[in-house]
């Protein structure tokens, strides 16, 4: 009964030896359940930013500090997309 105990140890051994040089193969990928946010494809306009909704982590950054950078990013695409003033723009005479 003793050898039938010490073979089967051995026997596993091996088999856990075999399974770590990664010979059966590997485990999957590791699977992210945290949603991504949508973002629209081409050019994005402040609205697109202002959409934007993150999902709520353990780990991260605060959600206030994302949202002030996103609104003040939005406002400047948003100032960045309208066409100049006639106050802005400037014309050079020879």
Do not use: C
């Not at 856990?16 to 193969?25: D, E, F, K, P, Y």
């Amino acid at each position: 009964m003793e050898w039938a105990i010490s073979m089967l140890a051995v026997v596993v051994l091996g088999f856990a030896a075999v399974a770590s040089t990664g010979r059966l193969g590997e485990m999957p990928g590791t699977v992210t359940d945290t949603p991504q946010p949508h973002v629209p494809d081409g050019v994005l306009i402040g609205d697109d930013l202002r959409g934007l909704r993150f999902a709520v982590v353990a780990r991260g950054y605060s959600m206030q500090q994302v949202d002030e950078l996103i609104d003040r990013l939005a406002t400047q695409l948003d100032d960045s997309a309208a066409p100049p003033s006639p106050a802005e723009t400037w014309t050079y005479v020879d």
